[in-house]
Nanobody, 121 residues
Framework: QVQLMESGGGLVQAGGSLRLSCTAS????????MGWYRQAPGKEREKVAV???????TYEDFVKGRFTISRDNAENTWNLQMSSLKAEDTAVYYC???????????????WGQGTQVTVSS
């Protein structure tokens, strides 16, 4: 089964840091976009940061200067380093990729199960 596996969520104090990681199944290849989204209770899912296959990154304004997205050279893992965390960063964070698989020869959206990030204030 195609799977994205997140790790690194937890409870931190405001101002602290967390590093989230995502690992994609080896059946996923030709990844054009890797990213992180988040969803707080009662709110819509929102984009946090994305990184293109070219290495180009895009951040939403509310995380610029605080979060950094990166990817492994193998292109099957990507990370979100979060610093200066705020209470409003509390949400379930989902890793994402837009990629092809061995059984699906078109690009498709893939999502992880989500990892809880809770920032106390």
């Amino acid at each position: 089964q195609v799977q994205l596996m997140e790790s690194g969520g937890g409870l931190v104090q405001a101002g602290g840091s967390l590093r989230l990681s995502c690992t994609a199944s080896r059946s996923i290849f030709a990844i054009n976009v890797m990213g992180w989204y988040r969803q707080a209770p009662g709110k819509e899912r929102e984009k946090v940061a994305v990184i293109q296959s070219s290495g180009s990154t895009t951040y939403e304004d509310f995380v610029k200067g605080r979060f950094t997205i990166s990817r492994d050279n193998a292109e099957n893992t990507w990370n979100l380093q979060m610093s200066s965390l705020k209470a409003e960063d509390t949400a379930v964070y989902y890793c994402y990729c837009f990629a092809k698989t061995l059984s699906r020869m078109e690009y498709y959206d893939y999502w992880g199960q989500g990892t809880q990030v809770t920032v106390s204030s």
